[in-house]
């Protein structure tokens, strides 16, 4: 059985080191221009080479996104930046535009291209023609349903890759391509400057109010309205920790994590569950079962309500809309670990975030789940006691009830 990826997103050196640290197999990331996330820090030229060099040595490939969709007036910058592209040898430009696809051709040849879901590739045809123009995989709109991921590859060259987003953040327009940023604030959302209108607060009259169109009023929209407003255009997040056997038996050869802009906690927390759940499947496809245990880590990480998407249900008839548009913040990344000496079990830590001696937390290491122990004998740097750890980027040692590696996280319960 054929393995598929796990693709993680970065979007700063930090997030990249977590990434390749807790198990992706590939990162995505941008350059400051032309890639569809401005939120995100993005890497300057010379961190997209130290970058590209950091991964490569671990065995992880790197995707650079350049899917805006471009102006005139770019299309000289463009060229330019693609020569240098070339130059530092990703794996994979991700393009969305014609143009932008065969001015990669031209100036970064013999570098793989990955067609972005901006495209908004929903059938087998549009797979195969970008196939028949160069593209070594494609990503599938967002708005695709499992059965439908399945005939497109049976349908299409078995050399050429399917990618699906598998979690974060979905979108209420058609896998991006919205223009309420544009019109509220004159933010281009296609170019990677949504400032996300959807996910603002709108009030009705009363607690709730309908939406019809003249010319069809019997087709009515409820915007319901709760004592922080409505959220008519806020969409859930999406979450298929819980069918990865099907999302495998689907063809899918990428599973693909949005969220650039999210945290390095986020970051590793979603690259382990999905790699480590992923690989428990694939040990034992007969025998596996979905233990809730890669959920529950995924339940830690900043996001809205979770729901599988469109893979089980149709756009027109389950909007996915978030009946409280507010986020479930993460849990409190207070460390990691910078060594350990198995001869003391003391673990030297760098804080993230205030650490209290005799507090409750949890330690993730790549590959596994978190355990649970509690934070005690806290010393500082010098060997002197204390009771908490509360300047950033301070070292401090606890006392440490089994074994850890370098890199492992410690967040609070």
């Given at each position: 059985?054929?393995?598929?990826?796990?693709?993680?997103?970065c979007?700063n050196f930090?997030k990249m080191?977590?990434?390749v640290?807790?198990?992706?197999?590939?990162v995505?990331?941008a350059g400051?221009?032309?890639?569809?996330?401005t939120?995100?820090d993005?890497?300057t030229d010379?961190?997209?080479?130290?970058?590209?060099?950091?991964a490569?040595?671990?065995?992880?490939k790197?995707?650079i996104t350049v899917n805006?969709?471009?102006r005139q007036?770019e299309?000289d910058?463009?060229?330019?930046y693609l020569?240098?592209?070339?130059?530092?040898?990703?794996?994979?430009?991700i393009?969305a535009?014609?143009?932008v696809?065969s001015?990669?051709?031209?100036?970064?040849?013999?570098i793989?291209?990955?067609?972005?879901t901006?495209?908004?590739?929903?059938?087998s045809l549009?797979?195969?023609?970008?196939h028949?123009?160069?593209?070594?995989?494609v990503v599938l709109?967002?708005?695709?349903?499992?059965d439908?991921?399945?005939?497109?590859?049976d349908d299409?060259?078995?050399?050429l890759?399917?990618?699906?987003?598998?979690?974060g953040a979905?979108?209420?327009s058609h896998?991006?391509?919205?223009?309420?940023?544009?019109?509220f604030?004159?933010r281009d959302?296609?170019?990677?400057?949504?400032?996300?209108?959807?996910r603002w607060?709108?009030?009705g009259?009363g607690?709730s109010?309908e939406i019809?169109e003249?010319?069809?009023p019997?087709?009515r929209?409820?915007?319901l309205e709760?004592?922080r407003?409505?959220?008519?255009?806020?969409?859930?997040?999406m979450?298929?920790i819980?069918?990865?056997p099907e999302?495998?038996?689907a063809?899918?050869d990428?599973?693909k994590?949005?969220?650039?802009?999210?945290?390095a906690?986020y970051?590793a927390v979603?690259?382990?569950?999905?790699k480590?759940e992923?690989?428990k499947?694939l040990a034992?496809?007969?025998?596996?079962?979905?233990?809730?245990?890669a959920l529950?880590?995924?339940e830690?990480?900043s996001?809205?309500?979770?729901c599988?998407?469109?893979?089980?249900?149709h756009p027109?008839?389950?909007?996915q809309i978030?009946q409280?548009g507010?986020?479930?913040?993460?849990k409190?990344?207070?460390?990691?670990v910078e060594s350990?000496?198995p001869?003391?079990m003391?673990?030297?830590?760098?804080q993230r975030?205030?650490?209290?001696?005799?507090?409750e937390?949890?330690?993730?290491?790549?590959g596994g789940m978190?355990k649970?122990?509690v934070l005690?004998?806290?010393?500082?740097e010098?060997?002197?006691?204390?009771?908490?750890?509360?300047h950033?980027?301070?070292?401090?040692?606890?006392?440490?009830?089994?074994?850890?590696?370098?890199?492992?996280?410690i967040r609070g319960?």
């Amino acid at each position: 059985m054929k393995r598929p990826e796990i693709l993680a997103p970065c979007g700063n050196f930090e997030k990249m080191r977590f990434a390749v640290l807790y198990g992706a197999d590939a990162v995505y990331l941008a350059g400051k221009s032309f890639g569809m996330r401005t939120a995100s820090d993005n890497f300057t030229d010379e961190e997209l080479k130290s970058a590209i060099d950091f991964a490569h040595e671990r065995g992880v490939k790197v995707y650079i996104t350049v899917n805006v969709m471009p102006r005139q007036y770019e299309l000289d910058a463009f060229e330019k930046y693609l020569s240098y592209l070339s130059q530092i040898k990703p794996d994979a430009l991700i393009v969305a535009d014609l143009g932008v696809m065969s001015l990669a051709k031209k100036h970064a040849p013999g570098i793989d291209i990955h067609i972005s879901t901006q495209a908004n590739t929903v059938n087998s045809l549009s797979c195969r023609v970008f196939h028949e123009l160069g593209a070594k995989r494609v990503v599938l709109s967002r708005e695709l349903s499992l059965d439908e991921i399945k005939r497109i590859r049976d349908d299409i060259p078995d050399d050429l890759e399917l990618e699906a987003f598998v979690h974060g953040a979905m979108c209420v327009s058609h896998s991006g391509r919205c223009l309420l940023s544009n019109f509220f604030v004159g933010r281009d959302a296609n170019h990677g400057a949504c400032a996300q209108p959807c996910r603002w607060e709108y009030n009705g009259e009363g607690l709730s109010a309908e939406i019809t169109e003249v010319k069809r009023p019997d087709i009515r929209l409820t915007a319901l309205e709760n004592e922080r407003g409505t959220f008519i255009f806020s969409s859930k997040d999406m979450c298929m920790i819980e069918h990865i056997p099907e999302l495998v038996k689907a063809g899918i050869d990428s599973f693909k994590i949005e969220g650039r802009v999210k945290s390095a906690y986020y970051t590793a927390v979603t690259a382990n569950s999905y790699k480590t759940e992923l690989m428990k499947y694939l040990a034992d496809p007969d025998g596996y079962i979905f233990d809730g245990a890669a959920l529950r880590e995924l339940e830690s990480v900043s996001h809205r309500e979770y729901c599988t998407g469109y893979y089980f249900d149709h756009p027109l008839t389950n909007a996915q809309i978030t009946q409280n548009g507010g986020y479930i913040k993460e849990k409190a990344f207070l460390a990691t670990v910078e060594s350990f000496d198995p001869a003391t079990m003391r673990a030297t830590l760098i804080q993230r975030n205030k650490a209290v001696n005799g507090n409750e937390a949890d330690i993730i290491t790549p590959g596994g789940m978190a355990k649970s122990f509690v934070l005690c004998d806290m010393q500082n740097e010098a060997g002197e006691p204390i009771e908490s750890a509360p300047h950033p980027q301070m070292r401090f040692s606890v006392k440490m009830p089994f074994e850890v590696n370098i890199g492992d996280i410690i967040r609070g319960k």
